[in-house]
Structure formats: structure tokens, C-alpha cells
């Protein structure tokens, strides 16, 4: 008896309204949530009013929660982005790119006009501005870190405020190592390969050390991430500075100092908020 | 007076685009695309990576096709280094690039596509009253996402294909349920092929150049890249492709363009079929209407629908030969040199050439999709069709250009060189 009236309360009650907003990036984590099995009996459950992938019309209404993914590389990208934040209770950034720049955040550190000349043979879009997380520009309710977004980290947080109408507490901090079932004898470390494992967000559950791929810090480094032990290690390893900087640049925006007399004693600094990556210029 | 019809923000479609169309006095002047996704320079941001880095990178061009991107890099860097990768590779290869395309077309054929054809806005609202083909939709992409999971590890951006081979082998066992449940699946593909063979696509007919890959069986991974130009044949050298193709920006327009010996072509899954059908079992053809070769862009969605059922017998096909036996990918030797890779991605062919130092370091990087090639060809095409419809109302002619655009299925964000400028062509 109490549940017919729970069933019949839920139906009463308003779906929350979603959109899934999309700014520069692959697109790959919103192809994540459309893969997910049984993602049309999910969506059901919600009124999803811009999903440009998949709906025509997008009614651009007030979201419950907004879904962002992509870096913001415009100023119209920046203006559309507050535009959503505006409108939206709750706004999540979903991605490497949403979450601190991701790949699109390596062009930062090109040489600007050595690129341009050489993709482009012109101009830069006019109103372009350095590549970086949607926290640049709005606050971002929840983090969901990722290259792409992980299938089971995305339904428990769907379906959380599906039931509740808010956004879970963060996940616990710690390395992805902790979830590694390679971790004791079988460590990729062991084996001498440039495993970033002990320097990354864990909550991806190790799939790429499981594939004999070292982890490539794609869901960024931990707040307390010690660089110089890692640029240390990899050397050991026998690889070069270069290579190992390089490495450490893909996913996020972080500087690293490029020349060889780079020092290991010099901390590199991760600041702000939200103990989210904030590129570093010198 | 002129009228300017722009369709703005075209929906159900990867990537972000506008179209802008100038009809005067009945004909139509100009017919544009913009894109808005912003740049990201995947050519720039390759340079000075290590070898071993690219294909990774490469992958995040775009998320639908993150598996040829993946595949396509690593094949230009071994071909850089001469490294030859064995059978057992190959075929895995194949069979997850198979899972790959089928992920992608059936995205396109019952997402994207078939609710235009069926009077509907979107794929969810069409779900009530379709459910036994979104039903058939859905079990076809789980195949194609198990396919691409058991050999690469993960559904998007893969990981287990590196220059030499495969970091992890799949399980022999793994592998015969995966045949057992292709095999229980073909109906579902051989229904895909029914539906789309009996919607009414409009009659509009393009000649224009074609090119694919071609090999000894329907491969879409390997082969020679040939050409279909004014009903003949001609072979484009892969060492030297470059000098054949040309890459440039159109006066006023935002997008590159790419020209296949100087005239505009089209590759993607009709291509590929125009070329290859004597490959594929006749029983397979007759169950469309129409014959190949076709000349009707429209026809690159049934083309799809049969080359998902072509793909599934070969990935069957692998299945039940492959014995894995246990091999390490071949060792890397290091050298300067160039290296190109292609293969069909789900839209056409894929071009992907670096050049490295003797360290490795990558020097160069040259990435052709298949939707800048596509481009000009659906420019053009618009051009052609708008006028059959001009007397429709707006909304009407905006459905069908839609329907005509998604018809090449462009994926924009996979296109590196989109970006808005203001450009004047000296020439």
C-alpha cells in the first residue's frame, strides 16, 4: 500500500529538466552516457530539454541540472556558457575538457603564431581565448573528471538526483592506485613503465593499467600531487625531461617549466578552487 | 528581393554547424556551412609529441570515432618505423574497427536519420511507437560497444591498440561468446537492412568522383585507396597521397575544403560500397532496391544499413578462425622518417601522416577526415537539390536540407581545421 502511493507521488511530482550542453571537445562523454545500457529507460525519468546530439528541438528553458562538457576556447563560448549557468540550479562539468582544459588545453602551450601559421595559414578566430575548464568562467557544482567520463560514476550521480532533486557529495580523494588490481607485484611501476597512477583522481576503477597502458593522469592530479618525485622516477626509467613533461601536460592545464635545467626541488603549484588545476605562466 | 533562409544550430548531427543559404530572384546564390566548434589545433598539439603518444591524442579528435582515429595513427607510425604487425594483430584490428563502425552507424541510421523519415523530431519521441526498431537499435549498439570493449577495453577513446600490436590479448573464450552473440544478432542486422531499404528517400541524383579503400575481401582497415573518377579507375600512391589531395579555405566560409585532384568527391560508406559490391554476397544486395554503383547521396543510408550486415558476417567470420596465441607487440626501432596511415572511418577514408626525428619526436602531422572531404561535396549538393524544393514552405525545406545534410552523416567536431574567419582569397 505505501508504495502505490510512493509510485503515485513520484508521478505527480515535475521530471527535473536536463540539458546536456556541449562546448569544445570530442564529444566522447556525451557518446559515454548515450552508450550506457539502458540510457532510454534513464532519460525517461527526466525532461530533456537540450540534448542537441540526438533531439531537433531545443527548447532552451530553465534547467534542474545543466550537464557541460568541452573547454572553453571563445568568448562566445564564455557568454553562452553563462547564459546556461544563469538558467541552470545545478551545473555539472563532465570531462577532461569541462573539468580543467583537457587536450583542447594543449595549445596553450604551443607557440601561438608557429601553429596558426602552420594549420591554419591565417588569422585566429577572432574572439578566441586561452583553452581552459568551464570553472574558469562560472562556478561548477560538481567535478566529474575523466577522458572520457566513467559509465558507472555518471549513473550513480544521475540517479542520485533523480531520487534526491541534488547533486551527491564529491567522491573521496585518492589515487587511482588505491582501485588498481595490479597494485603489490604486478605494478606497472615495478615493470619500469610511466605509470601516473600514484598522482591521479581515482573513481575510473584502473581500466587502463587492467590493459597493460600505464595511467595517463586524465582525470588530473591530486591536489597533493608530488611532480618532482614522479619527473624523478621516470628518469630513473630512463626516459627524457622532455618526454616525461610532455606526458604530464596532456589532459590538463598545467605549465611545466620546459627547459632541461628544470629543478625537482621547485614545487610545482596547484592551486584554486575546488582543488582544481589552474594553469601556471611564468 | 532575396531571401536568406539560415538554419541555425543544426541539430542531431556530431559537432556544431550553421548553414546559410542566399536564394535571389529563384536562384540559390550561396549555400554555406559554418561550424562552430572552436579549434583545437590536433595538428599543432602533435608536434613534439613521442610516437607512442600520438595515437592516444589522436583518438580525442572524436569521441564516435575515437577507434579509427586510434587505429589510423598507429598505422602511420608503424609505417614510419617499418614495423610490420603480425596476422593475429590484424585481424583484431579488424574486429574492433568493425565493433567501432557499427557504434557509429547505428547511431547515425536509427538515431540521427530514421526519425526524419518517419515524421518524428527525435529518436526519444519516437521510441512509443517504435519500440521494436529502437529495441533492435539498442541491442545492435550494445554489440557494437561489446566488440569494441572485449579488444580495446572501453567503449569510447579504446586503449589497448599500440605501434607494434596489442597491449592485452582478449580471451579465447570471451571471443566465442562474442561470435555466439553476433550470430544471434544478424537478424537484427538483417532487419536494420529491411527497414532502411524500404523508407522512400528523395530522388535526387549527384554525380560526382567517389574514393574508398579497396582489398581482395570488403576491408575497411587496410587496402589501396582507389577512385572512381568520370567512370574511371585511378590509384592514389600512398607515400605521395598529399600531392593528389588538396586542402584549402573557400572565400567567406569558415570550414576547409579538400580536393582530390582537383575536383570534388565524396567518400563514406556509398563510396565504398560503389566500389566493392561485386565483394559482398549477392543474396546481401538484392535485399535493396537499387543496385550499385549509385549516384544518390540519399543512398549512403541503406548503403550504411548493408555494410553493417557485410561487417558483421566478416567480424563472424574472424571470430570463428582466430586462435590467439600469445605474442608481445613487435619492438619499436626508432628512426627518422615519414609515415602515413588510412582506413575507411565509418564516414570515409582517414588520412593520418607524421614525420619524425631520429628520437622519435614527432615533427609533422598532417590529419584529413572524412567530413572536410566531404565538404565541398555537400555544398555543392545543396546547391543542386534547393532548387527541386523551393516552393515548399520553410520549414519544409529546412527539414530537407537537414535530411540531405545528415544524409553524408558530417561529423564536425572530427574536422581539426573548422574555424570561423574573415578571409580573402587572392588568387
Known amino acids: 500500500m505505501a508504495r502505490k502511493k510512493g509510485v503515485k507521488r513520484a508521478s505527480v511530482r515535475k521530471k527535473p529538466v536536463i540539458g546536456i550542453f556541449s562546448f569544445t571537445g570530442c564529444e566522447g562523454c556525451q557518446f559515454t552516457i548515450l552508450f550506457i545500457n539502458g540510457i532510454l529507460d534513464l532519460m525517461e525519468q527526466a525532461d530533456f530539454q537540450y540534448f542537441h546530439l540526438i533531439k531537433e528541438k531545443n527548447r532552451k528553458a530553465k534547467f534542474d541540472l545543466a550537464i557541460v562538457e568541452g573547454a572553453i576556447t571563445s568568448e562566445r563560448e564564455v557568454r553562452k556558457l553563462k547564459e546556461i549557468r544563469k538558467k541552470s540550479k545545478y551545473l555539472i562539468a563532465i570531462g577532461a575538457c569541462a573539468c580543467n582544459g583537457g587536450i583542447p588545453s594543449m595549445q596553450n602551450f604551443l607557440e601561438r603564431e608557429r601553429i596558426e601559421k602552420y594549420v591554419y595559414n591565417q588569422k585566429m578566430l577572432k574572439d578566441s581565448i586561452e583553452a581552459t575548464g568551464i570553472g574558469e568562467h562560472i562556478k561548477v557544482d560538481y567535478y566529474m573528471y575523466g577522458c572520457p567520463i566513467s559509465k558507472i560514476e555518471f549513473t550513480n550521480l544521475y540517479n542520485y538526483f533523480i531520487k534526491t532533486g541534488r547533486l551527491p557529495p564529491e567522491p573521496k580523494l585518492g589515487p587511482v592506485c588505491d582501485e588498481c588490481p595490479r597494485r603489490g607485484e604486478d605494478c606497472l611501476l615495478l615493470k619500469k613503465q610511466p605509470c601516473l597512477g600514484p598522482i591521479t583522481r581515482k573513481g575510473c576503477g584502473a581500466p587502463c593499467p587492467q590493459e597493460n597502458i600505464p595511467c595517463y593522469l586524465c582525470r588530473s592530479p591530486l591536489p597533493k600531487a608530488d611532480f618532482p618525485a614522479e619527473i624523478e622516477l621516470f628518469k630513473s626509467f630512463g626516459l627524457k625531461e622532455q618526454d616525461i613533461i610532455n606526458k604530464l601536460e596532456h589532459f590538463q592545464n598545467i605549465e611545466m617549466p620546459k627547459t632541461c635545467e628544470y629543478k625537482p626541488k621547485v614545487k610545482i603549484k596547484i592551486k584554486g578552487k575546488n582543488n582544481k588545476s589552474k594553469p601556471i605562466k611564468k | ?427
Open chain 2, 1 to 427: 528581393m532575396g531571401k536568406t533562409i539560415t538554419l541555425n544550430h543544426i541539430t542531431k548531427m556530431e559537432g556544431h554547424a550553421k548553414l546559410n543559404i542566399r536564394v535571389e530572384k529563384g536562384k540559390v546564390k550561396k549555400a554555406e556551412l559554418t561550424i562552430f566548434e572552436g579549434s583545437r589545433y590536433f595538428e599543432g598539439i602533435l608536434q613534439c609529441q613521442k610516437y607512442n603518444e600520438l595515437a592516444p591524442i589522436a583518438s580525442r579528435i572524436c569521441g564516435v570515432c575515437s577507434v579509427v582515429h586510434f587505429l589510423t595513427a598507429t598505422k602511420a607510425v608503424e609505417d614510419a618505423f617499418n614495423v610490420k604487425v603480425s596476422e593475429q594483430t590484424q585481424l583484431l584490428r579488424e574486429l574492433i574497427h568493425i565493433g567501432g563502425h557499427i557504434q557509429s552507424h547505428v547511431l547515425h541510421l536509427y538515431f540521427l536519420a530514421l526519425p526524419d523519415y518517419v515524421g518524428y523530431p527525435n529518436a526519444i519521441q519516437m521510441a512509443s511507437k517504435y519500440k521494436n526498431e529502437i529495441q533492435c537499435a539498442l541491442r545492435i549498439k550494445r554489440l557494437g560497444n561489446r566488440i569494441v570493449n572485449v579488444i580495446g577495453g572501453r567503449d569510447v577513446h579504446p586503449l589497448t591498440i599500440v605501434p607494434g600490436g596489442m597491449s592485452r590479448l582478449p580471451d579465447q573464450a570471451e571471443l566465442k561468446s562474442l561470435s555466439a552473440e553476433l550470430k544471434k544478432a544478424r537478424k537484427d542486422f538483417i532487419d536494420t537492412v529491411t527497414l532502411f531499404a524500404k523508407i522512400k528517400y528523395p530522388r535526387f541524383e549527384k554525380c560526382i568522383d567517389y574514393y574508398s579503400l579497396t582489398n581482395k575481401h570488403y576491408n575497411i582497415l587496410n587496402g589501396k585507396v582507389i577512385g572512381m573518377k568520370c567512370n574511371e579507375i585511378c590509384t592514389i600512391p600512398l607515400e605521395d597521397y598529399e600531392k593528389h589531395m588538396k586542402e584549402y579555405f573557400q572565400e567567406h566560409s569558415t570550414a576547409e575544403f579538400v580536393v582530390m585532384e582537383g575536383r570534388t568527391y565524396m567518400v563514406g560508406a556509398l563510396p565504398r560500397l560503389n566500389h566493392n559490391y561485386k565483394l559482398v554476397d549477392k543474396k546481401i544486395l538484392k535485399m535493396l532496391p537499387f543496385t550499385f554503383p549509385s549516384d544518390k547521396p540519399f543512398h549512403n543510408i541503406p548503403a550504411q544499413a548493408v555494410e553493417m550486415l557485410i561487417l558483421a558476417d566478416r567480424a563472424i567470420n574472424i571470430l570463428e578462425n582466430i586462435k590467439i596465441k600469445k605474442e608481445k607487440p613487435k619492438p619499436i626501432k626508432v628512426r627518422a622518417g615519414s609515415g602515413v596511415g588510412v582506413s575507411e572511418a565509418p564516414r570515409g577514408l582517414l588520412f593520418h601522416k607524421y614525420t619524425f626525428d631520429k628520437d622519435g619526436v614527432c615533427q609533422y602531422a598532417n590529419i584529413t577526415t572524412p567530413t572536410s572531404q566531404n565538404l565541398r561535396c555537400i555544398q555543392e549538393a545543396i546547391k543542386e537539390f534547393l532548387p527541386n524544393i523551393l516552393d515548399l514552405p520553410k520549414e519544409k525545406i529546412k527539414l530537407e536540407v537537414e535530411q540531405l545534410i545528415r544524409a553524408y552523416d558530417p561529423c564536425i567536431s572530427c574536422s581539426t581545421h573548422f574555424l570561423e574567419l574573415n578571409w580573402e582569397e587572392i588568387k
